[in-house]
């Protein structure tokens, strides 16, 4: 589906307009990212065998009648409605009704289901894989407006935080506006020198200092006919400003060294890490070059709010890899408990990181194993919780059932449940058949137990 076409009909400031409504979104199940919105009916939803096996969930390890779910308008209630495989809000199993403010993921069998504020169908389902996944609603909304400013304007200001993808949102305003057949050239301000940022942005001349022997384009003429993206462009200096401004008002730019200008049409596409706005208040941008490009103004969202993304993500990640193994449910868990500081750049980094990783150990499954204690932080206590069920014991007490259970849900395997238990595998298989666990459905997923 070509998602300009999906736009013609679609005006995004009517669904701004409507009210947010609340639900679940089936996000992982049987081994693959999923995204599918389950709507509350008079905000309340009852998980049930019949209802998810209507919207496409064969999950077979998900009871006939498995779990509650109620949204108050200010907060949540989950209830395990005595499910045979238990039910897991945020990495800890619940054994009755609980209440939270903000809860992240919920775990039924072998499924994931992200608690979203607002699950109403975005304008924009999925991008071409070139300009990033968009899954979920806060990045398809941000793309709405970018794509809105690429028709209808030739400047975007994007801000957002380190890593959140403002460069690919760049790209958006350059596929969808009217020069998307032209270069696109994409320069980090923070990264040019200060005495060369007049040259490398405008050209030189030849003979304009020692050692310039041809006439040189610079970065203006570079992207004529399409689309310049300045990251960080507050950091460049006061004086390059005002000769930007003056570039960009005339269509001109003057190489250093020459006596006459060069036209160039070319789109704009600014990014910082804060707001522009901001940036003028503090002396640091020229008020009248703010006037010029700031507006429209659109932040692109922190992954912490687009948890909905990280398992496309994930899947993404692990086919650039080139790694054969899958994806275990008990890593997309851990990853969507925790919160990523540098954004989808961290994710991606520590994810291929586990995937080259398991490629070199042959394994055939990665597990939440595979994440390192120091990639992302853990939430913990109230609702920051752990991203694993708790496992601690004293070395002589027998793990409880729900510990055991844990620990193959992590490990994937009897041996690695055991090296987590600190135990010796013999003694672990007696207890799981003692306790009459089937160990299968572990088997299965990852390899022989």
Request: charge should be neutral; aromatic fraction near 6%.
């Amino acid at each position: 589906m070509n998602v300009s076409d999906t736009l013609e009909d679609h005006d995004p400031t009517t669904l701004r307009r409507e009210r947010p409504e609340p639900g679940l979104v089936l996000v992982w199940s049987e081994d693959e990212a999923k995204h599918v919105p389950l709507a509350l009916e008079g905000g309340r939803i009852e998980l049930t065998r019949e209802k998810l096996l209507a919207v496409g969930l064969d999950d077979r390890r998900i009871s006939r009648v498995h779990a509650l779910v109620e949204h108050d308008g200010t907060g949540w209630s989950i209830e395990d409605l005595e499910s045979r495989n238990g039910t897991w809000l945020d990495g800890e199993r619940i054994r009755r009704r609980v209440g939270s403010a903000q809860p992240r993921v919920l775990r039924l069998g072998r499924s994931l289901f992200a608690f979203s504020s607002d699950i109403r169908r975005p304008a924009i389902p999925l991008l071409d894989p070139s300009l990033g996944v968009v899954a979920g609603r806060p990045l398809a909304v941000c793309y709405e407006r970018i794509i809105q400013a690429a028709r209808y304007g030739d400047c975007v200001a994007v801000t957002g935080e380190s890593g959140t993808g403002k460069e690919l949102a760049a790209r958006v305003f350059h596929a969808f506006g009217p020069r998307s057949g032209g270069p696109f050239v994409a320069i980090n301000c923070a990264a040019i020198p200060h005495a060369l940022a007049e040259s490398l942005l405008f050209g030189t001349k030849k003979g304009a200092y020692s050692g310039s022997t041809t006439d040189t384009d610079g970065y203006l003429v570079a992207a004529h006919g399409g689309t310049l993206f300045l990251d960080e462009i507050a950091e460049l200096d006061a004086a390059i400003q005002a000769k930007l401004l003056r570039a960009l008002e005339t269509r001109e730019v003057l190489p250093v060294g020459a006596s006459r200008y060069r036209s160039v049409d070319i789109r704009l596409c600014s990014a910082t890490h804060e707001s522009l706005r901001g940036a003028v208040g503090r002396g640091k941008f020229r008020k009248d070059l703010y006037f010029r490009i700031g507006r429209p103004e659109i932040e692109v969202p922190p992954l912490r709010d687009r948890v909905e993304d990280i398992p496309l993500l994930l899947e993404r990640a692990r086919l650039q890899s080139g790694a054969q193994a899958r994806i275990h449910i008990s890593f997309v868990e851990a990853c969507l408990l925790r919160h990523w500081s540098g954004n989808v750049r961290e994710l991606l980094a520590e994810s291929k990181r586990a995937f080259r990783e398991a490629a070199l150990e042959d394994g055939d499954m990665i597990g939440a194993t595979a994440l390192d204690d120091e990639s992302g932080t853990r939430i913990e206590g109230g609702e920051r919780r752990d991203t694993q069920p708790p496992l601690s014991r004293s070395t002589e007490a027998k793990p409880t059932e729900d510990q055991i259970r844990a620990a193959l849900e992590r490990a994937g395997s009897v041996a690695g449940a055991a090296k987590l238990l600190n135990i010796h595998r013999t003694q672990l298989r007696r207890w799981i058949a003692s306790a009459g666990i089937d160990a299968a459905p572990y088997r299965r997923e990852v390899g022989a137990v």
